[in-house]
């Protein structure tokens, strides 16, 4: 038998306003590596793997 739990986050307004930093500059990061994965296969049809982005 499997037991699920939830716990939900309470943060006060310090922690709030730093989750919402660290969210928007992993999205920024993402989209940064998602475009430069897109315009290296548009221009030499070669495929950058996430070990290449991340060294």
Not at 15 to 29: D, V
Not at 31 to 41: G, M, P, T
Request: glycine share 0%.
């Amino acid at each position: 038998m499997f037991r699920a739990y939830k716990f939900r986050l309470e943060p006060n307004v310090n922690q709030t306003r730093e989750l919402e930093i660290a969210l928007e500059s992993h999205r920024r990061l993402y989209n940064a590596c998602l475009e430069q994965r897109k315009s290296a296969y548009e221009a030499e049809q070669k495929s950058v793997k996430y070990t290449d982005q991340s060294a």
